[in-house]
């Protein structure tokens, strides 16, 4: 079984069909795209995988077990971390502190090392502040540790969000239309670093985009949604030379024409 498996999902808002019948199979260490024009419910399937809704039908396996139903904060502690299309991050806080919060869930001391300051709890901290800190040389928002997200530019906050969903460790990285709202010469940095990312520390990618470039240059595989179901499942070559998809993206007329 490969690292995340998902048969046959299907899901349903309130009589409006979503998504219907997504399968999805993603290797250890594989760069996966999910492609598709608005509204075709590519967020959705990510928040459906994530445990934000739970599907009304079909099977999701994180390393062969199954997190259907799960919530979100334990399927995130299985190995998934993602970011999302709109930013979530906690205004007043600090750059730093953002990327130490999502750690906490790894540390160990407990309530008693809380309480009396063991030294236990002084080297976790020590070694969590430690590792953040990489996290964020990595992204390149290191200078920035001290600041308050709310007075980041976007393309940082973007990044400091990417940072937050690394600091978990995960086997997979959710990444949600990452390049939204970025100039073409971010958009260039973004590819890097995710590229930098994958190389560092082999985790599995799946990302949602919009711009097309994006995608067919880092994903080994793509998959073309349209009103909730995949129209289209093959390499960049595959994908970027299918019929529907250019149809999907820039209607029948063009084809034709």
């Known amino acids: 079984m490969a690292l995340l498996q998902v048969d046959h999902m299907t899901h349903y808002f309130s009589g409006l069909r979503a998504v219907h019948d997504f399968n999805l199979a993603i290797e250890p260490g594989e760069i996966r795209g999910l492609i598709g024009p608005n509204g075709a419910g590519k967020t959705t399937i990510f928040n459906l995988i994530t445990g934000i809704y739970t599907p009304t039908e079909g099977k999701i396996f994180l390393n062969g077990e199954s997190v259907l139903g799960l919530y979100p904060h334990k399927i995130a502690s299985r190995g998934i971390g993602r970011t999302f299309q709109d930013l979530r991050l906690w205004r007043h806080m600090s750059v730093l502190e953002h990327i130490k919060m999502a750690r906490y869930s790894q540390l160990t001391y407990g309530l008693w090392g809380a309480f009396f300051d063991t030294p236990r709890r002084r080297n976790e901290e020590t070694e969590s502040e430690e590792r953040s800190m990489q996290l964020l040389s990595l992204l390149g928002v290191a200078h920035l540790a001290d600041q308050l997200v709310v ?92 019929p529907q998809v250019i149809e999907a993206y820039l209607g029948k007329d063009t084809i034709e024409t």
Not at 169 to 179: A, Q, R, S, V, Y
Not at 204 to 232: D, T
């Open 151 to 242: 007075n980041l530019p976007y393309g940082a906050q973007r990044r400091v969000e990417m940072a937050r969903a690394l600091a978990i460790n995960p086997k997979i990285l959710f990444l949600d239309e990452p390049t939204v709202g970025m100039t073409s010469e971010e958009l260039v940095q973004i590819m890097e670093i995710i590229r930098k990312i994958h190389d560092k520390f082999g985790v599995a990618i799946f990302l949602i985009e919009h711009r097309l470039k994006f995608v067919m240059e880092l994903c080994e595989k793509i998959q073309c949604l349209v009103f909730g179901e995949v129209i289209a499942d093959g390499t960049p070559d595959d994908i970027q030379n299918n």
